[in-house]
């Protein structure tokens, strides 16, 4: 059986988060995300130039096309989530608004 390494759940990097627990002010808790925030789409940035470089690779010959399409497709998968969180924050900062006080 082949069994296919590329794609295991230990591959997946996740940015690391050091909250601490109830002890911090709220500007240092916006400091945080932000911080999280930055590190996220700096990641997501990465991998588009990492497709981007590979896509050059691949036309001088360098590497293969599976190589090519892995890196492409996480590149894709990235700007996606970082689309829908943008969507999903811009819809509760909405519904935050409508509230009436």
């Known amino acids: 059986m082949i069994e296919n390494t590329m794609f295991k759940a230990s591959a997946i990097q996740t940015p690391k988060v050091n909250m601490t627990q109830g002890n911090s002010t709220p500007t240092e808790t916006i400091n945080q995300f932000s911080s999280y925030l930055e590190d996220a789409i700096t990641q997501v940035a990465d991998q588009e130039k990492h497709a981007s470089e590979m896509s050059t690779e691949f036309v001088l010959g360098n590497v ?7 890196a492409s497709q996480q590149a894709l998968l990235s700007l996606q989530l970082t689309t829908q969180v943008r969507n999903k924050v811009i819809e509760a900062y909405q519904e935050i608004m409508r509230i009436q006080m």
């Open 64 to 70: 293969n096309v599976d190589q090519v399409m892995v």
